[in-house]
Each structure stands twice: as structure tokens, then as C-alpha cells.
């Protein structure tokens, strides 16, 4: 089972991205759990997460949340903003999987 995180400013923009990666995930057959959430609710959640990725127009946050993903051991990334924009599923849950190391 593979976690992962979506943060960005508040949780609403990248729901449409959770339904595609499920998707995109379900094709492949990899067993995961993807959520989204707003920054604020972000520190907290990565406790449960194996991966968190930051929408592009958080990108100024990735720093603080280092800190916290450093301390759970997860890691992180923004997410590529034309794979964003074009709620491509597929391209992001290939990129957390690769930082996931799989």
C-alpha cells in the first residue's frame, strides 16, 4: 500500500488530481491511498503519508515542510506545474512513486 500526500493552499484544488491518480493507479495495479489536503493540515498528515507532493503554487512552502518530512522520513516534492495544470494522474503518481523509490 503506497500514501500518498497531496498538499496545497486548500485542499479543494487538488481533488480532481486525487481522482486521476486513483485512477492511474487502479490501471496499473498499485494498492494506494491518496488524499489531498490544505497547508495548514499538511504537517500533521504526513505522519500517515509515504510521499507528500506540494501543489506548484505552494512552492514557497517546501522548505517548512522539509523540516517535518525530514523528521517522519518522507520525502517530498512539487508537484511539476504543466503535469498540475493538465491534472495528468498518471505523470504525478509516476513521480511519487519514484521518490517513493519504486
Known amino acids: 500500500m ?8 486548500s485542499g479543494m484544488s487538488t481533488s480532481l488530481l486525487v481522482s486521476k491518480m486513483k485512477e492511474a493507479a487502479e490501471a496499473k495495479g498499485i494498492e494506494t491511498t ?3 489536503v490544505a497547508q ?9 503519508a509515504d510521499v507528500l507532493l ?3 503554487q505552494m512552492r514557497f512552502m517546501k522548505k517548512k ?3 517535518v518530512a525530514e523528521k ?12 498540475y495544470g493538465r491534472v495528468d494522474g498518471k505523470a504525478v503518481l509516476e513521480k511519487a512513486l519514484e521518490l517513493m523509490g519504486d
Do not use: T
Open 40 to 48: 495548514d493540515k499538511a504537517p500533521q498528515e504526513m505522519e500517515k
Open 54 to 56: 506540494i501543489g506548484p
Open 72 to 83: 517522519v522520513g518522507i520525502p517530498l516534492d512539487v508537484i511539476d506545474p504543466v503535469s
Open 34 to 36: 491518496i488524499w489531498a
Open 65 to 67: 515542510f522539509a523540516v
Open 2 to 9: 503506497k500514501n500518498i500526500l497531496l498538499a496545497c493552499s
